[in-house]
């Protein structure tokens, strides 16, 4: 079974460039998460999309960070310009929500491992 | 106060040890809780869910305490692979209708087994 896919797996850029990252959900899900971990501040949920839609936005950091969701299958998170502080590794998360649910499961991509010098 | 609140460890415990630990969540109307495990370098992947009886699956015993608003962890006979950081996850009550929930992460607490 393919997972939730991501890429690159690594990003190093300069400061002052664009970076877009990129996830595939798992085949079926309707919820995607874009997440960003670092030592200080944990696990930040910083988006979320319902079925395309983006639902909460308020863990974006800045104007600098964009994210969309096209279709089912892709989404992207994009920081223009990066700068150092956005050094750290992003999560795409995706998941099966139905209504009336309460218990869903998010499963996790590998991360993008980003460095911005 | 943060939504979710872990004790961050480590822990450090020999293994075959019996390591417990607890995670508090300050929204009284929270419907789901699950446990995380996060390997260095690693994304973090579902451990197991929280049910209100409690729930077992072989070592590893979750418990929920909605009055005192916490959920626990008990590792029994600890394993040198059990070393991982562990997260609690909270989900607020998904409104009647509504298709979507934001899950709350806790910011972990580190387990190291020793030999």
């Known amino acids: 079974d393919a997972g939730v896919i991501q890429s690159p797996r690594h990003e190093v850029t300069e400061m002052g460039q664009e970076v877009t990252l990129r996830c595939k959900p798992i085949?079926?899900?309707?919820?995607l998460f874009w997440y960003r971990q670092t030592m200080m501040r944990g696990l930040e949920l910083l988006i979320y999309f319902n079925n395309n839609v983006p639902i909460d936005d308020s863990g974006m950091p800045e104007d600098r960070f964009s994210a969309k969701m096209p279709n089912a299958s892709f989404s992207t998170l994009k920081i223009q310009p990066s700068e150092p502080r956005d050094s750290a590794v992003y999560f795409c998360?995706?998941?099966?929500?139905?209504?009336?649910?309460?218990?869903?499961?998010?499963?996790f991509g590998p991360g993008t491992r980003l460095l911005v010098l | 106060r943060k939504e979710v609140e872990q004790d961050p460890g480590p822990f450090n415990v020999p293994e075959g040890a019996t390591v417990a630990f607890n995670c508090t969540y300050s929204?009284?109307?929270?419907?789901?809780f699950f446990w995380y495990r996060q390997d260095c370098r690693k994304e973090p992947k579902l451990l197991m869910s929280v049910y209100s009886s409690g729930n077992e699956d072989g070592r590893f015993t979750a418990q929920l305490n909605r009055a005192s608003q916490y959920i626990s962890l008990l590792i029994r006979d600890s394993k040198l692979s059990d070393s991982a950081t562990y997260l609690c996850v909270v989900s607020p009550k998904t409104p009647l209708g509504s298709s979507a929930s934001k899950i709350i992460f806790g910011s972990g607490t580190r387990l190291s087994i020793r030999p």
């Open positions: 998360a995706s998941s099966l929500v139905l209504a009336g649910v309460y218990q869903e499961t998010q499963y």
């Open positions: 929204n009284s109307a929270s419907q789901s």
């Open positions: 085949s079926g899900h309707n919820s």
